[in-house]
T-cell receptor
């Protein structure tokens, strides 16, 4: 079975500061890992994904994440926060063997302080 | 290319009624999944359809059902609505393990 834990339901950073959103997963098989962003009253937009290959994954809007198998982590980072980054962020895991069934974390709300 | 289209965007229904939500996936995508999003439970998987067949099902009561048509469009139906069914229902269109979400249908049950 797969599951995702996102540490910190709310994170606040100053504009220009480092963004770090934490995600730990549990999976009985090699996981596929994803980060999504959701703006108010909108659907989810894919930021980046890890399936196989390079463990450091770069996504849109300057975000990146590193798959660390030994730590079962897939933390999301961005060197410099922008006001437009304020949103809800979701980490998700899929095992790739059960179709497109995703297991989502509870989300982290990011606030960017000017 | 066009994204995932969900209709309607907003719905208000009365307890005991039934409702049908529609999802048109990205052209060429044969997998459509449905999720329920609520403040208390977060994002929960309802079911996935692939080439008109239900491939996976989440832990929801039988009041929640779905189907997929030959053009990959999908519908989900909720019968005998309960107050707790109020949620944002999201549809995802997938290919190569990448899921693209629609804007959702906001269902309010009163």
């Amino acid at each position: 079975a797969q599951s995702v834990t996102q540490l910190g339901s709310h994170v606040s950073v100053s504009e220009g500061a480092l963004v770090l959103l934490r995600c730990n997963y549990s999976s009985s098989v090699p996981p596929y890992l994803f980060w999504y962003v959701q703006y108010p009253n909108q659907g989810l937009q894919l930021l980046l994904k890890y399936t196989t290959g390079a463990t450091l994954v770069k996504g849109i809007n300057g975000f990146e994440a590193e798959f660390k198998k030994s730590e079962t982590s897939f933390h999301l980072t961005k060197p410099s926060a922008h006001m437009s980054d304020a949103a809800e962020y979701f980490c998700a895991v899929s095992d790739g063997n059960t179709g497109n069934q995703f297991y989502f974390g509870t989300g982290t709300s990011l606030t960017v302080i000017p | 290319k066009a994204g995932v289209t969900q209709t309607p965007r907003y719905l208000i229904k009365t307890r005991g009624q039934q409702v049908t939500l529609s999802c048109s996936p990205i052209s060429g995508h044969r997998s459509v999944s449905w999720y329920q999003q609520t403040p208390g439970q977060g994002l929960q998987f309802l079911f996935e359809y692939f080439s008109e067949t239900q491939r996976n099902k989440g832990n929801f009561p039988g009041r929640f059902s779905g189907r997929q048509f030959s053009n990959s469009r999908s519908e989900m139906n909720v019968s005998t609505l309960e107050l707790g069914d109020s949620a944002l229902y999201l549809c995802a269109s997938s290919k190569n393990y990448e899921a693209f979400f629609g804007q959702g249908t906001r269902l309010t049950v009163v």
